[in-house]
């Protein structure tokens, strides 16, 4: 054991996509032995040479790290704000001073955000020539009147472009709530969307991102890491599963 590594919670948490929770309660229940030794302590700091092992099989640091995160109202997506909490004070990932944002989202929205330190990864999610789906759920101020659905789908023009939008995908929920899929990533882009229809966005909540979606257990604040499913699906991956149905994923050469 060491001061100098993350703690042991966190790592084993970071490399075998365990919720924190649960990396906590195995420590807890013995079931991690550290350079041989039992360690019952969620909070001790593993030396980065330490052999970690859980439930008898080796456990090793992830070589990139791929989070979820449910982004709650009043949280910005930046490394720091003098007026705001930020994203990264809702990550308790280990080594999360190296990770960045994989798609914004404004301060007054909510939903899923995808933090990595893996440059090739993040730029397969937000770069426009890969078409990633982004679904979000839009609340208006009031009903879309006249042809604004028609303009919605057909591809509107915002304010102070020339370019008009790809089509957007519009599903109704009810009167003024809108499941709206978007595959660009404009500044603003679904809040100018409509107020280009004449109307003006109340709440905005991104659902998914692609085929990742917002794990309904995760209340606002709350992360986790991803899966290998879900990391895969921006990057070939090759995967191992223990035993107990941990994941881990390794980078290829």
Not at 210 to 216: E, F, N, Q, T
Request: proline share 6%.
């Amino acid at each position: 054991m060491s001061g100098r590594g993350p703690r042991l919670d966190r790592f084993l948490s970071g490399a075998t996509g365990l919720t924190r929770r649960l990396a906590q309660q195995a420590i807890r229940g013995g079931e991690v032995r550290v350079d041989g030794a039992p360690c019952l302590d969620p909070g001790a700091h593993v030396d980065p040479a330490a052999k970690v092992v859980f439930r008898d099989e080796p456990v090793v640091a992830a070589s990139q790290q791929y989070w979820m995160l449910n982004k709650p109202v009043g949280v910005v997506c930046a490394a720091r704000d003098s007026a705001y909490r930020t994203v990264f004070d809702c990550i308790d990932a280990p080594m999360g001073a190296t990770l960045h944002v994989a798609g914004r989202l404004d301060v007054d929205a909510t939903g899923l955000v995808l933090l990595t330190d893996d440059g090739d990864w993040s730029h397969r999610v937000t770069s426009p020539r890969h078409e990633v789906a982004k679904v979000y759920r839009v609340t208006l101020a009031q009903p879309l009147a006249g042809t604004g659905e028609e303009e919605l789908r057909r591809g509107v023009t915002l304010k102070g472009e020339t370019k008009p939008c790809v089509p957007a995908l519009m599903e109704k929920l009810s009167t003024c709530e809108w499941r709206v899929t978007i595959t660009e990533g404009r500044y603003h882009q679904v809040k100018r969307m409509f107020a280009a229809a004449g109307n003006r966005v109340v709440a905005l909540h991104r659902e998914r991102i692609g085929a990742i979606a917002l794990d309904p257990v995760l209340a606002p604040g709350e992360s986790r890491p991803l899966t290998v499913a879900e990391a895969a699906c921006f990057f070939a991956a090759t995967t191992t599963e223990t035993s107990d149905g941990g994941l881990f994923t390794k980078r290829r050469p």
